[in-house]
């Protein structure tokens, strides 16, 4: 009786899981290092009375998260700060995803110089905050702007960034404008995935300019619609650095998280309630988001 020879298989250096481990190894130790070991130390300092850096400091349980949202001073409060970022966040989100929408409808058909116009359109995403906001700072000074001397000669003046009817509007503009090339770009890519066999059959059922985009277009981005407003709506709230760089907070344009990186790098104040603050916020972020995935699925579920 013949005796079966079994093969043996040499195990392949890609498919070895310790190869699989060390390849793997540097991203989870930047996830830790740059995420995880952070937020650790965030939770630690909590439940502290941390002032800074060679201050003693003493444990007091929940103090802190028990009197966060009495922390303020005479110009702003948590609650006004709360109040704006859900006006900065609404208002970026609706009209940056409209425009990168609108942009990306307009860049993804066949014209001359389109390679140029989706350049254009992209650029501000790549500029650094510093880099825009003091473009932008440039741009609104009361003095010598240009807008300022357009008011000028209008025999009008205005503070604009200075001024807290116009500071909030400003501030969404640069915004909008620093951020809505990523969206488009990733809207082009949803446009390019949309056949042309399908756009082919509803012209010739009628569908045409309006009706393309309500009834074929729109419903076939869906999923992308869903990625970009996910990023969208994350990145608003916890954006403070451009705010930072052109306000400073002033004006009443102090957000959330501005709130609380102020409150954090003042070395006078109490660095365990900016902790404890923090944390309230990001889980008023969580939830935000995970009310944004049950209205998504929901929606999903009754197509």
């Known amino acids: 009786m013949e005796k079966k020879k079994h093969s043996k298989l040499k195990t392949s250096p890609l498919v070895n899981?310790?190869?699989?481990?060390?390849?793997?190894?540097?991203?989870?130790?930047?996830?830790?290092?740059?995420?995880m070991l952070p937020s650790i130390v965030?939770?630690?300092?909590?439940?502290?009375?941390?002032?800074?850096?060679?201050?003693?400091?003493?444990?007091?349980?929940?103090?802190?998260?028990?009197?966060?949202?009495?922390?303020?001073?005479a110009s702003v409060s948590i609650w006004d700060s709360l109040l704006n970022?859900?006006?900065?966040?609404?208002?970026?989100?609706?009209?940056?995803?409209?425009?990168?929408?609108?942009?990306?409808l307009v860049v993804a058909r066949k014209f001359k110089g389109r390679s140029f116009f989706r350049a254009l359109f992209f650029m501000p995403t790549i500029l650094g905050v510093s880099v825009v906001g003091f473009t932008?700072?440039?741009?609104?000074?009361p003095v010598s702007g240009p807008i300022a001397v357009i008011l000028t000669k209008l025999g009008k003046s205005s503070a604009l960034l200075g001024e807290e009817v116009l500071s909030m509007f400003l501030v969404v503009l640069v915004a909008i404008w620093s951020n809505f090339g990523y969206a488009m770009v990733v809207y082009i890519a949803g446009l390019q995935n949309i056949s042309e066999d399908i756009r082919e059959a509803a012209e010739i059922d009628g569908a045409r300019g309006g009706k393309m985009f309500w009834y074929?277009?729109?419903?076939?981005?869906?999923?992308?619609?869903?990625?970009?407003?996910?990023?969208?709506?994350s990145g608003t709230l916890a954006m403070f650095d451009i705010i930072f760089v052109l306000t400073n907070g002033t004006a009443n344009t102090t957000t959330l998280a501005l709130y609380i990186f102020q409150l954090a790098t003042n070395s006078a104040s109490n660095q365990g309630q900016a902790a404890a603050l923090n944390i309230y916020f990001s889980l008023f972020v969580?939830?935000?988001?995970?009310?944004?995935?049950?209205?998504v699925r929901r929606k999903e579920a009754e197509e």
Do not use: C
Request: a negative charge.
């Open 17 to 35: 899981p310790y190869v699989a481990i060390l390849a793997t190894l540097p991203a989870l130790v930047s996830i830790f290092v740059l995420s």
């Open 42 to 73: 965030n939770l630690a300092i909590s439940f502290t009375d941390y002032h800074g850096v060679g201050q003693p400091f003493e444990f007091v349980g929940f103090d802190n998260f028990i009197r966060a949202f009495k922390v303020g001073d």
């Open 136 to 141: 932008w700072q440039l741009v609104f000074d």
């Open 85 to 104: 970022t859900v006006v900065f966040s609404i208002s970026v989100v609706i009209v940056q995803q409209a425009l990168s929408l609108g942009m990306a």
């Open 216 to 233: 074929i277009t729109l419903p076939l981005l869906k999923n992308t619609l869903v990625i970009n407003f996910w990023i969208s709506i």
């Open 286 to 295: 969580m939830l935000v988001m995970l009310v944004f995935n049950a209205t």
